[in-house]
């Protein structure tokens, strides 16, 4: 019977140790915007899913981020869209549609609170009205940690931001769950962190003849 109690008696200091060593959600809310406060460029592979009741829209691309408030998404698939800000507006633009949408940022508070995280410098208890720290247990998934952020107010377009994050709390996907009852998700790979963009990058050129239409606040 003694032969058993020194390992039981180990594995409980060991088990005790890792609980230890569990981040809180503090320690984790800290280490991201350490992460991506210091970032002035910002750069990445995504995919797009969109779902609405049994539909499901997936779109992929290339997505550009440089502080202050701009970013650029460059999707290639199924179709080719733009998605542009530039610090003053956001644009939309199809090149088979011929025509630009166009919204000033002050408009547009939801979006931006998403992704305020990767176009600014961010305090993110001061942008959800509660933050939660779940452990992601999938041996074939990179990401380890979901932090899940709750809206502040009945107000806002979404109820809840999930964002997951691997070991080096580097950002693999954003989900967003909206009040109408549709789920944004996005998806991220080969991230690149302050490498030099072209500014024209976040300069909107479309060809001669393009309708330009001004989208009314949300």
């Known amino acids: ?9 180990c594995l409980g200091l060991l088990g005790s140790a890792v609980a230890a060593a569990e981040p809180d959600v503090k320690d984790v809310v800290q ?6 406060n210091r970032a ?4 990445a ?11 499901t829209l997936v779109e992929s691309g290339r997505v550009y981020f440089q502080k202050p408030g701009r970013m650029r998404w460059d999707y290639n698939a199924p179709e080719q869209k733009l998605f542009l800000t530039d ?3 956001a644009y939309f633009y199809v090149p088979q549609e011929r025509q630009v949408r166009r919204q000033s940022l002050k408009d547009a508070p939801d979006w931006q609170a998403t992704f ?5 410098r961010v305090d993110l208890n001061r942008l959800f009205g509660r933050l939660q720290l779940v452990r992601i247990h999938h041996p074939q998934s990179p990401a380890r940690w979901q932090l899940r952020g709750l809206a502040k107010s ?3 377009a979404f109820t809840e931001v999930w ?3 691997d070991d080096g709390f580097q950002l693999l996907r954003i989900e967003i769950r909206q009040r109408d009852g549709s789920l944004m998700e996005f998806h991220f790979r080969r991230w690149q962190e302050n490498q030099a963009l072209d500014p024209e990058l976040f300069r909107l050129q479309v060809p001669p003849g393009t309708a330009w239409l001004d989208e009314a606040p949300s």
């Not at 002035?40 to 750069?43: D, F, H, S, V």
């Not at 305020?116 to 600014?120: K, Q, S, V, Y």
């Open 154 to 156: 009945d107000k806002q």
């Open 116 to 120: 305020a995280l990767l176009i600014g």
């Open 1 to 9: 019977m003694r032969r058993f109690l020194l390992p039981a008696l």
């Open 163 to 165: 964002l997951d994050l």
């Open 45 to 55: 592979d995504f995919v797009q899913r969109y779902t609405l009741g049994a539909t």
């Open 40 to 43: 002035r460029t910002l750069e």
């Open 87 to 89: 610090g003053e507006y």
């Open 31 to 36: 280490a991201l915007e350490r992460r991506y």
